[in-house]
């Protein structure tokens, strides 16, 4: 990478340390999710089905769907689940990417996320499963993009001695290769959450208050309840 060209040895092994760990954050996060979406379609589909969709629509390379799959595995198996050897066979399978879709490191292009699920489904299940799965999607792609932020985070951290934050939180997306619009939300987040923290705070009366809204009162399905 361009910032690191010149570096030291020291920073560079730094910076393959933290991107090792927010590597692994994000596939915690990755497998929170599939899991919920799981749970949350268990009785419409099975898990492998599920997590097809969930690999297809994120366009998760081979490998990390490999890893996520195995990982959610491991988790139901915890979890004392009853899927039988040829189910989790079956889960692993790895689903293969269609040709036009470009495949990202570490996940799909996040402004695309669940779009393609809601499409798929969208005249093909009833609006029940569907209203679950938007529930669901912007669920996910705001946990992947707290991860994110949190990790670019983590890297301003680890780096400080040697680079200034903004210059960390860029390299950052730039080892992750985030598309250019979801990477400017996490740069500016990060920042702001910095700004939190070392700029004078805003006065109380230049601040603008939001009423709460009270969600009890939308008409939403519940999802159904696990066993």
Known sequence: MALIKSSSRTLQRQ???????????????????VLALVDLVADRMPFDDALDIYVRILRLTPELARNVGSRALAELGRRGGDL???????????????????????????????????RRVRGRVQDELRERINLAAARTEDGILETHVHNSLSFARALSAELAASESIEMYLETMMLPEGF????????????????LPPIRDDAKEEFPRIDVSTLRITPAPEQQ
Request: charged letters at 30%; proline letters at 6%; glycine letters at 2%.
């Open 15 to 33: 910076v393959d340390l933290t991107t090792a760990v927010c590597q692994e954050r994000l596939l915690t996060t990755h497998v929170k999710h």
């Open 84 to 118: 039988v050897a040829e189910e989790a066979q079956r889960a692993m399978r790895v689903p293969e990417v269609e040709p036009e879709e470009e495949v990202r490191p570490g996940g799909a292009r996040p402004d695309a996320l669940f779009a393609r699920l809601r």
């Open 183 to 198: 990477a400017d939300v996490v740069y500016n987040r990060a920042l702001s959450i910095i700004a939190e923290q070392v």
